[in-house]
């Protein structure tokens, strides 16, 4: 009986000692969404910085692509600024997304080879 009592009393420490899975707001990008966007974002500035253009000239061409981007995504940057800033202050999210954001990357590169 003390063996059932203590698995029991194990089992309750081992699952409160995890944290809480934070549900994320309504007015933030799921983390799948904000994962593509982030793809697209370092595909478009590395994009820029292949092509060795002046600073100005690269940042109009990125704030050309950025527009597009937001309207493929069907966002805007206050959507995108506001997402960005909830995963920052949740690194466990943020360390989650941009492992998935660098799979993806390593795997896109490795189709160009």
Do not use: W
């Not at 253009?53 to 940057?77: M, R, S, V, W």
């Not at 660098?102 to 160009?112: A, F, K, P």
């Amino acid at each position: 009986m003390k063996k059932y009592l203590f698995i029991a009393l194990l089992t309750v420490l081992v699952f409160s000692c995890k944290e809480p899975k934070e549900e994320i707001p309504d007015n933030v990008l799921p983390m799948n969404k904000m994962v593509n966007v982030l793809i697209d974002i370092h595909l478009i500035e590395g994009n820029l910085s292949n092509k060795n253009l002046p600073k100005d000239t690269g940042i109009i061409f990125y704030n050309l692509y950025e527009k597009d981007l937001y309207k493929k995504y069907n966002i805007d940057d206050s959507i995108y600024n506001r997402s960005f800033t909830y995963y920052s202050a949740h690194p466990q999210l943020m360390d989650e997304i941009y492992e998935k954001v660098v799979d993806s990357l390593s795997l896109l590169e490795g189709e160009e080879k």
